[in-house]
């Protein structure tokens, strides 16, 4: 549920950024290198290619190995935001580059999705588009559980998906902090994690799946929130996510970025798979 937008804010480029969505440098110089968020100087996410016709990507590499919680900022978000927070923007679009960023206020129940399993996007609704992998023949593998939250229909040719992506495992987060939460999430939905977001529009060339159709993909970097994200899946209970999503950053034009944020205030929606050739 999309429980308000704000007005697009305009982020000065900062000494102080933590986080950076760029290109990897070639060695040798030839061609394009890598789409990538990097926390600090390391990679951290490899993202989707730059072509748009490549499968959508988020894979976790050895620079995703921090938090980014802001101390000064858990009092408000563990007690819950009833809007948008000019005081908790600020202090997270100082982690950020410079560009502009669409605030949404989203309620999300999320769904804990490990690769290769039941639920798996990359295993199951990309396959149905891309199949797999020409050179691996397997799946594109994100090496990292992620939560599922949201999708919905663009138009007939053209379906979103929304995740959330932990900068760490599940497997890292304290459980006694993880129970607590989850205690809490069954008295209030208010909670509130902070994410820096993408929006990634990809569709392959060639129509060589069994189900062709363009794949816009909303990725939620986590920013705070790590915790109680678990504690959500586990409790299957709602909170909410402050999403900060970058125009500059995605793998989209601007016109579909204004799109996304309209469609984000539709109810969830499966895709009907298109009928077999």
Known sequence: MLLETGTTRLVSESESLVLRFGEEKRSDGQGAGRRLLWQGSDPAFELSWWCGTCPLLFKRLEGANERLSL???QQILNSGIDRIDDGVLDAFTALLPGGSYVPMLL???????YPGRKGDYFSEEQVDTWGVSG?????EYPQA????????????????????VPMVPPTWNDADRVKAYAQKLLGSSELTAVAVSILDVCQPAMDNGTDYYAHWGISHFLLDGHHKMQAAAEAQRPLQLLSLLSVEGSLADGSDVERIVELRAHPQAHRNPASPR
């Open 71 to 73: 101390p000064e900022m």
């Open 145 to 164: 559980p992620y939560y599922r939250t949201w999708q919905a229909p663009v138009d007939p040719s053209a379906h979103a998906f929304e995740f959330v």
């Open 107 to 113: 309620r999300v129940q999320p769904e804990l999705v």
């Open 135 to 139: 050179f691996w023949g397997l799946p």
